[in-house]
């Protein structure tokens, strides 16, 4: 982090403060209440804070269209003009197809191909944004080989902005599952699909996904040279993943990628926790939503045998119809057990939404706020976003990109939007990057307990590098409390320079 140059940052932007905060927290919220509503000044102050993490991103969903452009040329694909997108060679000039070398010659194609791959210059005031950001992700591909090239430019951007740990969502295994799925059948029985689909059959889809992890991690840290000589900030990012399952297939397949999910996470701790993804109005995820719920609450016991964060409720009442959003957050946690909820943006449509916020308040059920998404696909910004009814209702909340690619955001700018939309002062800055740690699927114990720290650490200072016997004792045995501690002497770094 650089030191120098926000002190300048400060000096020039608080012309006119009052007297000196006694208490580095107090000091940097004088300092964040003194550039209020200047926005460059609050963007070098969101890009520099720590954030804690990243607890909700898709892949492929985050990586931005110029690199797959790149990887294109690279690879020897093709670039078509109808509809923008990447496909295979060998090129077809009939349909316009350019050869990837060719993409970055034709300055048209090249930024269609952006527009096409993203939210940008989208017209909203003649198009549906849900429709086209959904399209997106038929259009870009990337060889498999790739991957490590995505997850490099994940945990270099994260690093980059101060951030150090992030669950990324992976199609992990959904191929080789589906297939299982599809030789099942479906029955409503679900102790009955159980032996259709035994764990002992997804051994081999088990076997493949970890052995994807091994080589997208090997070339990530070729690629940021890790362990060498100027390595990349990129390595010092903690990757987990999330084992990503599809929404949109039949149930019988869902119900088999749910058993891998399990398998995958329990054979290797780098998977910390499934997800059910893809657009959640669609007709069969709509259909089968319940059933959805019920497997993951069979197969994952109730969210005891592994993590669950669910999408749900991303959806208003005229995307649907109202009954279809009456119900999605309450049924993922509790009837499917999940821990954390992907943007629950329709919760104030939701039958009961009070009794849903209290349970998710008493439960410690959080919920992951993707700003520029819920505005992109539902159109929800500002006061039309649910921010306030979770807030008050005492729910976790946590900041997240969703696809920092399509939407062309990264996680400072979503922590700019909020602090804009909403208000934020720098102690409800500081919670949400701290809840993105106390949230995560890491394993151990947490280092906050209801607002204050665990007992074996009270007595020392939070995020000191050498802390007393008995906390490092404790820290030892929790790799939760350790990204936490980590996290402490970054804020207290940041809160320093003010
Ligand atoms: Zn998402």
């Given at each position: 982090m650089k030191t120098a140059a926000l002190p300048l940052i400060a000096l020039l932007a608080t012309g006119c403060a009052g007297p000196i905060a006694a208490s580095p927290e107090a000091r940097t919220t004088q300092y964040l209440a003194s550039i209020r509503g200047r926005t460059a000044f609050e963007t070098v102050f969101v890009r520099e804070m720590p954030k804690g993490g990243e607890l909700h991103t898709h892949l492929s969903g985050a990586v931005y269209a110029e690199s797959y452009l790149r990887w294109a040329a690279e690879d020897g694909l093709c670039a078509r003009r109808s509809p923008p997108s990447i496909v295979d060679p060998p090129c077809d000039p009939a349909r316009g197809d350019v050869s990837g070398a060719a993409i970055a010659l034709d300055v048209p194609l090249y930024r269609a191909l952006v527009d096409g791959f993203s939210m940008r210059n989208f017209p909203y005031a003649t198009g549906s944004g849900h429709d086209h950001f959904f399209d997106t992700f038929e259009r870009f591909d990337a060889r498999r080989e790739r991957y490590g090239d995505m997850l490099a430019e994940v945990v270099s951007r994260l690093a980059r902005q101060n951030t150090r740990y992030v669950e990324v969502m992976q199609s992990l295994g959904v191929g080789g599952a589906n297939r299982l799925g599809r030789e099942a059948g479906w029955s409503d029985d679900l102790a009955v699909m159980s032996t259709r689909v035994p764990e002992s059959a997804v051994a081999a889809v088990v076997a493949d996904a970890r052995q994807r992890m091994d080589a997208q991690e090997a070339r990530m840290r070729a690629l940021l040279r890790c362990g060498q000589a100027g390595e990349d900030p990129g390595c010092g990012v903690t990757l987990r993943y999330l084992v990503q399952m599809i929404r949109t297939v039949p149930r019988e397949e869902v119900f088999a990628q749910a058993v891998a999910a399990v398998a995958i996470i329990e054979a290797d701790p780098r998977a910390v926790g499934l997800n059910l993804v893809a657009p959640e109005d669609d007709p069969v995820a709509v259909r089968d939503y319940r059933d959805h719920m019920r497997v993951i609450d069979h197969v994952t016991r109730h969210g005891t045998r592994v993590n669950v964060a669910l999408h749900a409720g991303e959806l208003t009442p005229s995307l649907v119809t109202p009954e279809v959003a009456s119900d999605h957050v309450r049924l993922a946690v509790e009837l499917a057990g999940a821990r954390r909820i992907g943007h629950g943006t329709d919760i104030a449509w939701e039958h009961d939404a009070r009794g849903t916020l209290a349970m998710m308040a008493s439960r410690g059920v959080a919920v992951e706020h993707c700003l520029r998404s819920a505005d992109a696909i539902l159109g929800l910004r500002g006061a039309e976003h649910p921010w306030g009814l979770y807030r008050e209702a005492g729910v976790a909340q946590v900041l997240c990109t969703d696809d920092e690619g399509v939407s062309r955001t990264d996680l400072s700018r979503e922590y700019l939007l909020a602090l804009q939309s909403f208000g934020l002062g720098w102690t409800e800055l500081k919670t949400l990057a701290r809840n993105a740690l106390s949230h995560s699927f890491l394993p151990g114990a947490t280092l906050w307990e209801r607002g204050s720290i665990n007992a074996a650490c009270r007595?020392?200072?939070?995020?000191?590098e050498r802390p007393g016997e008995g906390c490092a004792r404790w820290l030892a045995g929790s790799e939760r409390a350790r990204e936490q501690w980590r996290l402490e002497a970054s804020l207290r770094r940041f809160e320093a320079m003010w």
């Open positions: 007595s020392e200072v939070p995020g000191a």
